[in-house]
């Protein structure tokens, strides 16, 4: 049986194009003798369920446009296998349509109705069909590959559905083989697999593409490239020994080599999706700037992207008019390396703006009205030059820009789209490195730890300058931010941001905790700003819009002080024990009664029945237990006697045999 896998790039959602090109795939693929074909999953409806699967209209379009796709690939004798989400009984599942013979079949809504007739409990098992003779089922977790496999089965088709992450190399397909991904499960149960990958940018999340097919030894027959559309197409044949890609053959995953890809990748299709193919930016000569300029001009091309150069007019003294200049020879010079075209402005006089007679900026608060005033401008001058050139307006923001200091930007940030939006600053150095090894693009003296640092303590000012009403407290903010370096501080707001980690377990925080709350308490801050800036595509384990918390929070996370970790679990527990100690309480005081009771029936004062309660004193209870029960039986006997049938016999008062029993009457 020959399977084909349609490594295609579509623009998300839309379905009259989308079946259009797996048709055309199809016909390919029938023509080198394929039986079935396997698109990948988001293509229709995204990388993960969204309000549009709850779109009744929406369901209709996909399925009727998959019935007309069935009956043409029916003319063909080919069988197609369609990931997509949908809605079953409200709730969104990620469907597989199978189109065999003219029809439409969802394997896994279909399963869940067999199971639920026959009264099964799981609903959700591995889909099986046969194509040809051989046996095929599907997965959707890598880490499951084999787990839950029926016996029996020949081919597994793997549709990733995770989409790239830098820190994790199993996200990049067939790249992942080398760090031993994929093989285990494989020569475990001896199984043919087939994974259908992703390429492209859908909703934001980024896939490189790089799908393959594994034989029943782990040995690779087939392989797409990463980063490309490809259609490939392979035999299936269990027990046949075929050539197979040497494993130095196989492309490795090298984070900052799948970065660039991949948001190179992400920026076409962003463009692709706001009917361009050109860029336009503003080049600050930093390193954020110029390595974004070098992007775009991998993605479009030097002659489809256009550079905004702003000088500003408000340089104040010697020092900062000697940097200005600086500043725009360096912008003039990487724009002729990239020979893209560049764009000049001037800012105007800040005091013909806001009718002043001068514009100085002596005080903090002064200088943050300039700076944004800055990026107004910037805006307005970027969004002229991007709609005469017909062109997408790109922001060089990174990760800790969007960590740090969204508030000074927000609402006046030059661009739609800031691809290194999920990348911290720190790893920009590494990225420019190595794409200045395939011809200098970046300025040699912004690729390195002083043209990091240079960016980040603008970032601090401008972390700070919200705080320029107390003037005291925003210059203690600079201090403890100067005091850290660059890889420090991404270091905390990595920790925090993508993996969650609690106070105490900050890299910092047991020998700098103000540092750290200070870092926390901007990013929490932050909050509703954020959402005001560019897009950003994700490539982290989290990306802010993932860890999205609410706009309005006011807690931050500032450690437990020394205390251990409480959870819903331990105040729990901690109920329950205090219910066993009040039962326990309960049981001890009962039984004190009950032994008063006896021992004042018996005789026994208090000192002898404490000394019966020690354990010498129960060895010796145990010896005289006999003649004990005596004394009681003897002691009930003349109870009763002394009662009488109307309980009116004589006796003292207090005296068992003068009221009844006293005791039980009262209790």
């Known amino acids: 049986m020959n399977i084909a896998i349609a490594q295609i790039d579509m623009r998300l959602g839309d379905i009259e194009a989308i079946c259009a090109r797996i048709e055309s795939q199809a016909v390919l693929a029938h023509e080198q003798g394929a ?55 409200g709730a969104p599942v990620f469907e597989l349509f199978l189109l065999k013979e003219g029809n439409v079949v969802p394997l896994r809504t279909l399963l869940a109705f067999r199971r639920a007739q026959t009264g099964e409990d799981d609903a959700w098992l591995t889909p099986v069909f046969d194509v040809d003779g051989v046996r095929c089922a599907v997965a959707l977790d890598a880490e499951r ?22 820190t994790q190399a199993e996200t990049s397909a067939v790249a992942a083989i080398a760090d031993d991904y994929f093989r285990p499960a494989v020569t475990k149960r001896s199984v043919w697999l087939a994974c259908v990958a992703p390429v492209g940018s859908y909703d934001r999340a980024l896939f490189a593409g790089g799908s393959f097919v594994m034989d029943d030894c782990g040995r690779v027959v087939a392989a797409a490239p990463c980063f490309e559309e490809a259609l490939l197409v392979q035999d299936v044949q269990r027990g046949m020994t075929l050539p197979c890609l040497e494993d130095h053959e196989l492309p490795r995953f090298e984070r900052t080599e799948w970065l ?18 050109r860029a336009a930016l503003v080049l600050e000569g930093d390193l954020p700037s110029s390595l974004t300029a070098a992007l775009c001009v991998d993605a479009f091309g030097p002659r489809n992207v256009v550079g905004l150069l702003i000088a500003r007019a408000h340089a104040l003294t010697p020092a900062q008019d000697a940097a200005e200049r600086e500043r725009t020879a360096r912008v ?22 806001f009718d002043r007679d001068t514009w100085q900026a002596p005080t903090p608060a002064a200088a943050a009205e300039a700076a944004r005033t800055s990026a107004h401008l910037a805006q307005l001058y970027l969004d002229e030059v991007a709609h005469a050139e017909h062109a997408l307006p790109v922001s060089s923001l990174t990760k800790t820009d969007y960590a740090l200091a969204p508030h000074g930007l927000a609402g006046s940030v030059a661009g739609e789209v800031a691809p290194f939006g999920d990348v911290y600053l720190t790893a920009l150095e590494f990225v420019a490195r190595m794409r200045n090894r395939a011809g200098a693009a970046v300025p040699a003296g912004l690729v390195s730890l002083r043209g990091v640092q240079a960016y980040l303590a603008q970032l601090e000012e401008r972390a700070a300058s919200l705080e320029a009403a107390r003037p005291a407290y925003a210059q203690q903010m600079c201090e403890l931010l100067a005091s850290l370096e660059p890889s420090q501080i991404d270091g905390v707001l990595e920790a925090h941001v993508d993996r969650g980690v609690p106070f105490e377990d900050i890299p910092l925080a047991s020998t700098r905790p103000n540092v750290v709350a200070l870092l926390l308490m901007l990013v929490r801050r932050g909050e509703a700003a954020r959402r005001t800036l560019p897009r950003v595509p994700a490539v982290s384990a989290r990306s802010f819009e993932e860890r999205a918390w609410p706009a309005d929070l006011a807690w931050s996370d500032m450690g437990r002080h020394g205390m251990e970790p409480v959870d819903l679990e331990d105040v729990a527990r901690a109920t329950i024990e205090r219910a066993e100690q009040r039962g326990e309480e309960a049981g001890a005081r009962m039984r004190n009664e009950v032994m008063s009771f006896v021992s004042s029936l018996l005789g026994i004062t208090p000192e002898q029945l404490e000394a019966m309660s020690t354990d010498e004193g129960r060895e010796q209870l145990g010896s005289k237990l006999p003649q004990l029960e005596d004394q009681v039986q003897q ?33």
């Open 35 to 89: 039986r079935l074909l396997c698109t990948s999953m988001p293509l229709f409806a995204g990388a993960t369920p969204t309000p549009l699967v709850e779109e009744t209209n929406y369901v209709h379009d996909l399925i009727t446009s998959l019935e007309g796709m069935a009956h043409r690939l029916e003319r063909l004798g080919m069988m197609a296998l369609v990931p997509a989400f949908a809605s079953f009984q």
């Open 145 to 166: 590959i084999g787990d839950q496999l029926p016996p029996g089965c020949d081919l597994v088709i793997y549709f990733q559905t995770s989409p790239l992450d830098i």
């Open 332 to 353: 003039r010079k990487l724009a002729d390396a990239l020979h893209i075209r560049l764009v000049e402005r001037t800012e105007p006089d800040a005091a013909l703006l």
């Open 260 to 277: 660039w890809n991949a948001l190179r990748l992400g920026l076409v299709d962003e463009a692709a999706a706001q009917g361009t193919a």
């Open 635 to 667: 002691a009930l006997r003349g109870m009763f006697e002394g009662s009488g049938a109307g309980g009116s016999a004589g006796g003292g008062p207090g005296t068992p045999g003068s009221h009844g029993f006293s005791f039980f009457a009262q209790n």
